[in-house]
């Protein structure tokens, strides 16, 4: 019988479990992926490509009415990976990113055009890296 270590919680803020897609901006490349779960600090989310820890990062989703406790916003968030958990062949690689900025954009924003972003085991169409 073994016994599993105590692990203390250090998460400040609310976690919410929302599948929602965003478009990863990272240098000149822009990646399509979805987000597994969000954070007013920090966004775990899945991607085609596995990024370097410390890689600044520009995130744009659109927040739920669910945590806006509003109606629903876009909003572009600025930060740099924490770590990338590369998987094999044919699945997302996991991405946990810091958050240091967000910004809600106005309705008159464009959607940034990215291919669909599906769950892992999916066969994504149009989800490769786009030129921006």
Do not use: W
Not at 11 to 22: D, I, K, S, T, Y
Not at 23 to 39: P, Y
Not at 43 to 64: H, K, R, S, W
């Amino acid at each position: 019988m073994s016994a599993e270590p105590v692990r203390m919680e250090r998460r400040a803020g609310q976690r919410f479990e929302v599948n929602l897609p965003v478009s990863i901006q990272v240098g000149d490349r822009t990646l399509a992926g979805f987000t597994q779960d969000v954070s007013a600090r920090g966004v775990f989310l899945y991607a085609e490509a596995a990024l370097p820890e410390g890689t600044p990062v520009e995130l744009t989703f659109t927040m739920p009415s669910e945590i806006t406790l509003a109606e629903s916003m876009r909003v572009r968030c600025c930060g740099r990976v924490l770590r990338s958990l590369a998987c094999g062949a044919g699945q997302k690689n996991g991405i946990a990113v810091h958050l240091g900025s967000y910004e809600y954009l106005p309705e008159c924003h464009p959607a940034p055009e990215v291919g669909r972003a599906l769950p892992q085991d999916s066969t994504p169409e149009g989800s490769e890296a786009i030129s921006r």
